[in-house]
Every structure is written in structure tokens, then in C-alpha cells.
């Protein structure tokens, strides 16, 4: 090994280490960073809830599933843990050790934003058994306590009940329209924008 190389696995291996590491878990649930190894499961996961999830996200076709891809899309997304600008989780139920769907907590913000936008999704065969708001319920107390942000940010469609249901029992509240906010399913959608403060929630006694 040349010296360069050895001096970037010196730097390399903390950070390596770290992503290996981390993990948001409760005695059900385990939220961790995405793995090379998850491929197939994921894989198969999203193929069997395609029709299930089309109308709420971007339009995306078998191509997008690829392994090479999926290996890539890794890469992206542990430069964006290292940076501290997104942390995109896969949900598992621990009892199984299954992948259920997964959650990010994208855009990070920090100066005098102090805020991020928190995206989701759940497989088909794990829907409405309540593992989002499992997930919800580890995941707004660390950026609270552990990223120290001061505003967490969610979207969704006006005709996504669940979703909305979802975000107002976990204490959001709805704060106002957006309109053509987002491409999702191949046209511009209006979206409702939910929002948490740290001193709200902290004043229900979490």
C-alpha cells in the first residue's frame, strides 16, 4: 500500500467505523444507515410496493434498482452523514430483523435556521401497523437532543391522509400550503406543510 493510500485509510476507517456504528434503536425497532448488504431485501421491498407508494413519490422505473446504482446511491449518502447534511435511515423491526421502509432527515440546516425536512416511506406488507410512527418516535428526540436543531419540517399531499394523521399524532402541526411543491408521480403536486418546534415538544413533557 503506497503511503497516500495508507494515509487515506488512516482518515477513512474512523469515519467507516462510525457510519457501522450508528444506530437509533428501541426494544422493537432498529433505524440505521443503509448497507451495501441490504440490496436484494431492499430491492424486493420496493419492487412489491411499487403501486403502493407511486402515487406519493417520484416517478422512478425498474432501472433505478439496480445494484450498481444502489451501491452508488450509498456512497452519496454516506458523503451527505459525513458532512452532516442528511441522514437517511432504513427502518428494521428487530424481532425479525426485517426492512420495513426508511426515513431521512434531509436538509440539515444550521446558522440561523437550526432545522431539517424529514422524509419517509413504508413498505406495503408494513403499513398502517404503526412502525412510522415507531420510527417518528425515535427520530424527533435525536435531532432535538443529539443534532440540537430547533425545527423539524414535513410535507405531504393534501389527499395523503395517512400521512397527515401520521404527522398530527406525532405532534406536528399543520402550518400552511405549498403549492406545486414537489414532482411527485409525474406532475407538480401541492403539498401541506407540517412543522414540530423543539419548544413544543419539549412542552408536552418529551
Not at 393534501?158 to 414532482?183: I, V
Amino acid at each position: 500500500m503506497s503511503g497516500d493510500s495508507q494515509l487515506f485509510a488512516l482518515f477513512a476507517a474512523p469515519r467507516t467505523l462510525r457510519r457501522r456504528r450508528f444506530a437509533i434503536q428501541s426494544e422493537t425497532h432498529l433505524l440505521r444507515l443503509p448497507r451495501a448488504s441490504d440490496y436484494h431485501d431492499w430491492r424486493q421491498l420496493r419492487m412489491r410496493s411499487r403501486s403502493f407508494l407511486q402515487p406519493w413519490e417520484p416517478l422512478w422505473n425498474v432501472d433505478d434498482l439496480t445494484e450498481r446504482l444502489f451501491r452508488r446511491r450509498i456512497a452519496r449518502l454516506n458523503s451527505e452523514f459525513d458532512e452532516g447534511s442528511s441522514i437517511q435511515l432504513f427502518i428494521f423491526l428487530k424481532e425479525t430483523n426485517t426492512l420495513a421502509g426508511g426515513i431521512t432527515i434531509g436538509l440539515i440546516r444550521r446558522g440561523v435556521a437550526q432545522m431539517c425536512m424529514l422524509g419517509y416511506w413504508m413498505g406495503e406488507p408494513h403499513a398502517g401497523k404503526g412502525h412510522m410512527f415507531a420510527a417518528l418516535q425515535l427520530v424527533i428526540p435525536y435531532i432535538f437532543q443529539e443534532l440540537r436543531l430547533h425545527r423539524i419540517e414535513a410535507a405531504c399531499i393534501p389527499s395523503n391522509n395517512r400521512s397527515a394523521s401520521l404527522l398530527q399524532k406525532a405532534g406536528f402541526t399543520k402550518e400552511g400550503h405549498l403549492q406545486k411543491y414537489l414532482r411527485i408521480n409525474g406532475q407538480w403536486q401541492d403539498h401541506h406543510l407540517y412543522a414540530l418546534l423543539k419548544d413544543d415538544h419539549e412542552a408536552k413533557g418529551n
